[in-house]
């Protein structure tokens, strides 16, 4: 809403903003109270709700033909994709600059620190480095290591790099119902991103699917996907530090805490109608999916702060 | 929110928009999902998402190299064409429509692309300040270049009315 000076006679834009209704109440009273005593400004405001009417009309009056299935299927699989890869992103794009960030200020003290102070920096260098996905970022700079040797020794790899992804494996050992040991790390095979868990595939009993969360977070979303699978499956994304899953028969129980930051990709099988989430023993949220439409993917997301929807 | 939710509520309006805007279906159609598909990617900071989506994908039809290319050939074909719209199936409406589609589409072609934009976001109800944020200019001008191009517009509607007659 725009306030208007008003001089002696309203111009053009003053009155397609009365036509629009853009002005405040003040002003269209002002307006209004002037149109009604001055003969050339209606005539200018008539033309102008003439000529809005007839675009208004000849646009209306040429069909639009809407994008078929196909076509919207297509948009919504783009989105999908998108999402996943947002999903895969080891950071997000503000954490990553911000860490860049913190990355070049360290390499800056490090030029004027003195020798006991580098060893500590070249280990925060190299965590952040790692984070970052550039692991020899310490070792290209030739930053000294902590036992004072001329390169930084490589950090402690992420403590979930062991989990194979694809392979039906618990994230931690809290997963029960495991029918198998865990198949022996194949290093060909490409790690998990940083902060991401494994994939956890199970098969829930019946058509309603629980996902219970012991806690709020401090930030993270649940995505929920929908799909023409035969078995679910859960992960923790980006943000995962030490959270854990629990399969129970009908239900998935996710162990987490206040002060957890990590994302979670839900994928929901064909057979379940109905997915309740619950989150610090509160009801969150109960979808509904029908079953004529449970054969396309469908993509839900909760919020799982506090105060989110 | 629910990207698959809004796109379920907004995907029709940005499409039809899009569609006005350009006059090409195939265009319309990789701007409207490259919104979505970047909404997904860079959630937006401000509550009305609307707005952002028809601003997004304004600026993809105008920024994107493959759209640009599109564009220009669609200019240059302009008259022969009738890419707002399907053919309705009575065939007596046919040529009617046709007719139409041409007329409407010229006239929209002869409006520069600023213009377009804001008579086309106005038309599907978008405030001043959206319109503003969209294109690139004050809330305090659109209103001066929507009086412009609803004059422009109109006076090329009834002169190629008074022309196929």
Known sequence: VIRLRLGSHPGEADLVRLLDRQVDVRTRRRLQGHLGSCAPCARTLEALERQ????????????????????????????????????????????????????AALLLVVTVSARPSRAWIAREVGRVAVELGVPTVAEWLGIPGPDGGERAAPPPPPALEVAVPGVRRPVNEEVA???????????????????????????????????????????????????????????????????????????????????????????????????????????????????????????????????GS | VNPTQLFIEHYDALYRYLLRLTGDPDVAADAAQEAFVRLVERPPQERNVRAWLFAVATNVVRDGARARARWLAILRASPERAPLGDLPIRPDLAVESEELCRIVRGALDALSWKERTILLMREEGFAHHEIAEAVGTTTASVGTMIARALRKLSAQLHSRAEGVR
């Open chain 1, 52 to 103: 809005s009417r007839e675009v208004k009309e000849a646009l209306g009056r040429v069909p639009v033909q809407l994008p078929d299935h196909a076509r919207r299927a297509l948009a919504l699989s783009a989105m999908e994709r998108a999402s996943r890869r947002r999903l895969r992103s080891p950071l997000p794009r503000g954490s990553w600059m911000l860490k860049a960030a913190a990355v």
């Open chain 1, 177 to 307: 119902g495991a029918e198998r040991p865990a198949p022996p790390v194949r290093r060909h095979t490409p790690p998990p991103p940083p902060r991401a868990s494994g994939l956890v595939s199970f098969r829930p009993v019946g058509e309603e699917l629980v996902l219970e969360f012991d806690s709020f977070q401090r930030r993270g979303t649940l995505s929920l996907w929908m799909m023409d699978v035969p078995t679910a499956s859960v992960r923790a994304s980006d943000g995962y530090r030490e959270e854990s899953f629990r399969i129970l028969r009908s239900a998935l129980r996710v162990h987490n805490a206040e002060h957890s930051v990590a994302d979670y990709e839900v994928v929901v099988p064909r057979g379940i109608h109905n997915v309740r989430i619950r989150v610090a023993g509160r009801p969150k949220a109960s979808i509904g999916i029908e079953p004529s439409t449970s054969s396309q993917p469908w993509l839900w997301t909760v919020d799982l702060q506090r105060r």
